[in-house]
Structure formats: C-alpha cells, structure tokens
C-alpha cells in the first residue's frame, strides 16, 4: 500500500519553501524528493538499483523537480526454498506479488510516484507495463533477469513500441544479468530495423559494464553485413 515515506516526499516540496529553502534533494528510504535543482541550475542525478545487484547502479537520472520512487522485490524480501516472496502483498489474494523485480517512477511530486510505482508492481509484469504505459509518466521496469520493456521492445519487428518508450523516457543503454543492452539484444536477433532505430536515437554500441554490441552480432549464424555496417558507422 502506499507508504507514510510517499506522504511526507509528497509534502517535503512545499515544507522546504516555506522555510527558505529552495535547492535540495530529500531521499525517503529510497524514494527522492525534489525541492529544486543546483543553485547553478544543473540537476541532481539519481541512480536506479539493479533489483539483484543492489551494490551498482542499473540507470541513472537527472532531476530538476518532482520525484521519483521505486518499488521493488529486493530491499524487503525474504527467500524460502530458492523463492523470493516481496513485501508488496496483493490485496485481493493475500500472497505477495510475483511481479517485476523493481519498478520505478517519475512524477510531479513524490506521493503520485510512489502510488503509480507500488500499483505497476500489483498490477504484474504484463498488465503493470500497460498500465505504465497508458499513465505517461517516465518509468522504469526491471524483471528478474534485470530485463526492461526496451530489451523486449528490441525484438519486436516494428519499433513503434520501442518508439513509445523512449517518448516515455525510457532508458536506452540499460544492461541485463546477460550484459546486454536493447541495442545487443537487437542485434543478436539481426533485428536490423530495431538496430536503426535505436541508433538514431542515441544508444551506444558499447555502453559502460555491457557486452559490446558486435559481439552480440558475431553470434548471428550467418553474416549479414549490411547490419554490420550500421553498428560501424
């Protein structure tokens, strides 16, 4: 449900002003909340955990304002027998939630993130990324295997899906348990048109911790090298 931490973030804001403060970051176990940015008017940057490597930082984001909020399998979790059961307890059934392994999102104030993270984590992989989606706001999904939406989207034959998330906001460069981004993803699938298109808007053949994206293609069973020219240029 929606924590007491959501609450006093959505709050925190207004709080800050009317005591003068103007800039500042406040984290709430997690979630952020944002009073302004820099006095020199650069961003805070904020790191994403990756569910199951807690220790790095799976994405990175720049704020300005509002909030952002994670909700997650992995802080609050407790494993039996090899499974992991989450804290987040879904209200019809009782049991806890087999979802992503962290959700996350960016709104106007930290209350309403908290809320659309916690809900896109209830509502499951597949009816949580719709919901997600259809809400408009940036979010950032993350499965077991530290999969997002793009690294799916990667395979699809047209890259409208693709193109929706990035208009979302959707990280480009994110890196699975596999080391691999969207754009190796792509490429190991010879999913050219995907490979175009993720290159056009700005994803990096060799993104920091990840297998470089030839190598991806070097797996392709037979060579293609019109694909191969697109990620040499």
Sequence with gaps: GLGLDQHVGGRTPATCRDVGIVHGMVDLGGDLS?????????????????????????????????????????????????????????PVSGYPVES????????????????????????????????????GLPFLCIDADGNTPLHFA????????????????????????????????ASEAANWELVRFLLERGAKAEAAHAQPVLIAAASIGEDDVQGIKLLLR
């Design 154 to 185: 990667a395979l699809s034959v047209r890259a409208i899906v693709a193109a929706l998330l990035c208009d979302a906001g959707a990280a480009l460069d994110p890196v699975n348990r596999a080391g691999q981004t969207p754009l190796a993803v």
């Design 34 to 90: 944002v009073v302004g940015a820099h006095p020199d008017g650069s961003p805070w940057l904020a790191g994403i955990k990756a569910p199951r490597e807690t220790s790095r930082a799976f994405a990175q984001i720049e704020l300005r304002g509002g909030g952002l909020a994670t909700s997650g399998d992995y802080e609050r979790a407790v494993i039996v027998d090899g499974r992991r059961y989450s804290h987040i307890v879904d």
């Design 100 to 135: 992503f392994a962290s959700v996350s999102v960016v709104a106007d104030n930290c209350l309403v993130a908290g809320a659309a993270s916690t809900l896109g984590m209830l509502l499951g992989l597949r009816a949580g990324y719709d919901w997600l989606l259809d809400l």
